[in-house]
């Protein structure tokens, strides 16, 4: 669907800058508390730890280092020309730890009754990335 937009005029997709070093550090076994620690600006590792949290039954946590991922990945998004609205695609895979982030924040809002903040990310997260979308459920 993305593609139809650029051909009708929309913006072109947001590809975030590679840092490999926490994705790197976070496949080889090292906790992303760590990571998030030395790289803070890392929304993948807050991601995970949403996801770490929220596995764990901790939503308020799972919330909480979903929205500092999802304000990491809004700031990284900007410096790449993201104008606030346009293709973020999964398949391009620095831009995942924002869009996990975010499904993360939808799936913990949902949780404690924040419904309009549900609403907005999950409906933010479709608009960005269908892939997104389907892939994180």
Sequence with gaps: MAIHENLL?????????????PRELLASGVSPADVAA???TSSLAWALLADD???????????????????????????????????VP????PNRGFLRALHGLARAAQEIGEDDEYERCATFLRDS?????????
Excluded: F
């Design 9 to 21: 005029g929309g913006p072109p997709p947001t590809e975030l800058p590679d840092s490999p070093e």
């Design 38 to 40: 030395k790289y803070p």
């Design 53 to 87: 949290a929220w596995t764990g039954g901790r939503v308020v946590e799972s919330y909480a280092y979903a929205r500092t991922g999802y304000h990491r990945g809004l700031d990284a998004l900007r410096r790449a020309g993201w104008k606030g609205h346009g293709p």
């Design 90 to 93: 999964w398949e391009h895979e």
């Design 129 to 137: 990335s269908p892939a997104a979308a389907d892939t994180l459920g």
